[in-house]
Protein backbone atom coordinates (compact mmCIF):
# COMPACT_ATOMS: atom_id res chain seq x y z
CA UNK A 1 0.00 0.00 0.00
CA UNK A 2 1.51 3.54 -1.06
CA UNK A 3 1.59 6.21 1.55
CA UNK A 4 2.82 9.62 1.77
CA UNK A 5 4.30 11.24 5.37
CA UNK A 6 4.59 14.79 5.55
CA UNK A 7 4.69 17.05 8.44
CA UNK A 8 2.75 19.94 7.58
CA UNK A 9 -0.61 22.04 8.65
CA UNK A 10 -3.89 20.48 6.62
CA UNK A 11 -4.54 24.37 6.24
CA UNK A 12 -1.17 24.80 4.34
CA UNK A 13 -1.96 21.47 2.95
CA UNK A 14 -4.70 22.20 0.49
CA UNK A 15 -3.67 25.18 -1.21
CA UNK A 16 -0.29 23.33 -1.90
CA UNK A 17 -2.08 21.14 -3.75
CA UNK A 18 -5.31 23.10 -5.17
CA UNK A 19 -3.65 23.18 -8.45
CA UNK A 20 -3.21 19.08 -8.81
CA UNK A 21 -6.69 18.67 -7.74
CA UNK A 22 -8.38 21.58 -10.13
CA UNK A 23 -6.41 19.78 -13.06
CA UNK A 24 -7.79 16.34 -12.21
CA UNK A 25 -11.29 17.12 -11.13
CA UNK A 26 -10.86 16.77 -7.63
CA UNK A 27 -11.88 17.70 -4.16
CA UNK A 28 -11.23 17.75 -0.17
CA UNK A 29 -13.81 16.47 2.01
CA UNK A 30 -13.25 16.56 5.82
CA UNK A 31 -15.07 14.36 8.81
CA UNK A 32 -16.86 16.07 11.30
CA UNK A 33 -18.56 15.33 14.50
CA UNK A 34 -22.21 16.61 15.02
CA UNK A 35 -23.77 17.52 18.02
CA UNK A 36 -25.62 14.25 18.43
CA UNK A 37 -21.78 12.20 18.28
CA UNK A 38 -22.34 11.27 14.91
CA UNK A 39 -19.29 11.83 11.94
CA UNK A 40 -20.49 13.41 8.70
CA UNK A 41 -18.44 14.83 5.75
CA UNK A 42 -18.61 18.17 4.09
CA UNK A 43 -16.82 19.20 0.91
CA UNK A 44 -13.59 21.70 1.86
CA UNK A 45 -14.39 24.79 -0.34
CA UNK A 46 -11.52 27.10 1.65
CA UNK A 47 -8.83 26.56 4.27
CA UNK A 48 -11.54 28.38 6.36
CA UNK A 49 -13.56 25.43 6.78
CA UNK A 50 -10.99 23.52 8.67
CA UNK A 51 -9.91 23.68 12.18
CA UNK A 52 -6.50 24.02 13.05
CA UNK A 53 -7.13 21.51 16.07
CA UNK A 54 -10.13 19.33 14.84
CA UNK A 55 -10.88 16.43 16.76
CA UNK A 56 -9.04 13.41 17.15
CA UNK A 57 -9.92 10.77 14.31
CA UNK A 58 -11.37 12.82 12.43
CA UNK A 59 -10.15 12.12 8.94
CA UNK A 60 -9.94 13.42 5.36
CA UNK A 61 -10.48 12.64 1.80
CA UNK A 62 -8.85 13.12 -1.11
CA UNK A 63 -11.49 12.43 -3.92
CA UNK A 64 -12.71 12.37 -7.81
CA UNK A 65 -15.68 14.65 -7.80
CA UNK A 66 -17.76 12.73 -10.04
CA UNK A 67 -17.71 9.30 -7.77
CA UNK A 68 -18.57 10.44 -4.85
CA UNK A 69 -21.68 10.32 -2.45
CA UNK A 70 -20.79 11.82 0.43
CA UNK A 71 -23.87 10.69 2.72
CA UNK A 72 -22.37 6.53 1.95
CA UNK A 73 -19.03 5.23 3.58
CA UNK A 74 -15.97 6.23 1.16
CA UNK A 75 -14.43 3.18 1.92
CA UNK A 76 -17.34 1.21 0.04
CA UNK A 77 -16.07 -0.90 -2.51
CA UNK A 78 -18.34 1.59 -5.07
CA UNK A 79 -16.16 4.49 -4.20
CA UNK A 80 -12.67 3.55 -2.55
CA UNK A 81 -11.26 3.12 -5.46
CA UNK A 82 -11.42 6.83 -6.16
CA UNK A 83 -10.41 8.06 -2.74
CA UNK A 84 -7.25 9.08 -0.99
CA UNK A 85 -7.59 9.15 2.72
CA UNK A 86 -5.54 11.35 4.82
CA UNK A 87 -5.27 11.86 8.60
CA UNK A 88 -3.35 14.25 10.64
CA UNK A 89 -2.67 17.49 10.04
CA UNK A 90 -3.47 19.73 13.11
CA UNK A 91 -1.39 22.25 14.36
CA UNK A 92 -1.45 24.25 17.87
CA UNK A 93 0.99 27.55 18.66
CA UNK A 94 3.43 24.85 19.17
CA UNK A 95 3.04 21.43 17.56
CA UNK A 96 1.73 20.54 14.18
CA UNK A 97 0.94 17.01 13.40
CA UNK A 98 2.03 14.28 10.46
CA UNK A 99 -0.28 14.57 7.27
CA UNK A 100 -0.35 10.18 6.33
CA UNK A 101 -1.92 10.12 2.87
CA UNK A 102 -3.13 6.44 1.53
CA UNK A 103 -4.68 4.63 -1.50
CA UNK A 104 -7.50 3.10 0.23
CA UNK A 105 -7.92 0.69 -2.48
CA UNK A 106 -5.68 -1.75 -3.87
CA UNK A 107 -6.99 -1.51 -7.45
CA UNK A 108 -7.45 2.59 -7.33
CA UNK A 109 -8.43 4.30 -10.30
CA UNK A 110 -5.79 5.57 -12.61
CA UNK A 111 -6.52 9.44 -12.16
CA UNK A 112 -6.69 8.65 -8.64
CA UNK A 113 -2.97 7.43 -8.42
CA UNK A 114 -1.99 10.17 -10.74
CA UNK A 115 -3.30 12.78 -8.11
CA UNK A 116 -1.33 10.88 -5.33
CA UNK A 117 1.84 10.72 -7.39
CA UNK A 118 1.82 14.38 -8.77
CA UNK A 119 1.15 15.20 -4.95
CA UNK A 120 4.85 12.95 -4.00
CA UNK A 121 6.77 14.66 -6.97
CA UNK A 122 5.44 17.96 -5.65
CA UNK A 123 7.09 17.87 -2.63
CA UNK A 124 9.98 16.41 -4.08
CA UNK A 125 10.91 19.22 -5.80
CA UNK A 126 9.45 21.87 -4.09
CA UNK A 127 12.32 24.09 -2.34
CA UNK A 128 10.38 24.51 0.82
CA UNK A 129 10.04 21.54 2.01
CA UNK A 130 12.38 19.23 3.52
CA UNK A 131 13.07 15.33 3.25
CA UNK A 132 14.53 13.36 6.32
CA UNK A 133 13.20 12.46 9.47
CA UNK A 134 13.89 10.94 12.43
CA UNK A 135 10.68 9.31 14.57
CA UNK A 136 11.45 7.81 17.95
CA UNK A 137 14.41 5.13 16.92
CA UNK A 138 13.63 5.03 13.76
CA UNK A 139 14.97 7.41 10.75
CA UNK A 140 12.22 8.11 7.95
CA UNK A 141 13.92 9.00 4.62
CA UNK A 142 10.88 9.16 2.66
CA UNK A 143 9.14 11.86 5.06
CA UNK A 144 8.43 15.10 4.11
CA UNK A 145 8.30 18.11 6.12
CA UNK A 146 7.26 22.16 5.38
CA UNK A 147 10.47 23.61 6.54
CA UNK A 148 8.20 26.57 8.20
CA UNK A 149 7.36 24.23 11.01
CA UNK A 150 11.64 23.08 12.43
CA UNK A 151 10.82 25.62 14.92
CA UNK A 152 7.83 23.88 16.34
CA UNK A 153 7.43 20.41 17.79
CA UNK A 154 6.65 17.95 15.24
CA UNK A 155 4.34 14.92 16.03
CA UNK A 156 2.93 11.49 14.82
CA UNK A 157 -0.24 11.99 16.52
CA UNK A 158 -1.46 14.92 18.20
CA UNK A 159 -3.71 13.81 20.87
CA UNK A 160 -1.93 10.70 21.64
CA UNK A 161 1.12 11.87 24.63
CA UNK A 162 2.92 8.11 23.58
CA UNK A 163 3.44 9.28 19.75
CA UNK A 164 7.22 9.80 18.51
CA UNK A 165 8.24 13.07 17.85
CA UNK A 166 9.54 13.47 14.62
CA UNK A 167 13.05 14.90 14.83
CA UNK A 168 14.89 16.60 11.16
CA UNK A 169 17.98 14.74 10.02
Known amino acids: MSYINIVMPLTDFIPFIQEVLEKNNGSIYAEKRNSDKTVSKFKVNSINDIENNREVNLNFYIVLNEFIDEKKSFYNDNFCQYIIEGTGGR ?79
Open 91 to 169: IDKNIVERISLRLISKTSDKTIKKIFNAIKNMLKKNETIGIGVKGGSALHKNYFYEKSQINKKMVTDMYNDKAPVIEIL
